[in-house]
């Protein structure tokens, strides 16, 4: 959504100033964060910013959704 002046806001505006603690609050409740519908995002935004591959967050989501290849 556009603020006052016009401008859209990038997703990084949404992440809080610390991203670290916010990426381990999210990957220590990724079972909870993979049902919601931004969780997939939420998840890989934590996983980057923890160094942690994005094979873990794919299992996460076929886990939670039960989709397997």
């Given at each position: 959504m556009p603020d006052r002046r016009g401008r859209k806001r990038s997703l990084e505006d949404l992440l809080p100033e610390d991203k670290t603690t916010w990426a381990r609050d999210?990957?220590?409740?990724?079972?909870?964060?993979a049902k919601l519908p931004s969780g997939a995002w939420m998840l890989r935004e934590s996983a980057k910013e923890l160094g942690l591959p994005e094979e873990a967050v794919d299992e996460v989501l076929r886990r939670v959704h039960g989709t397997g290849e």
């Open positions: 999210i990957w220590a409740d990724r079972q909870e964060v």
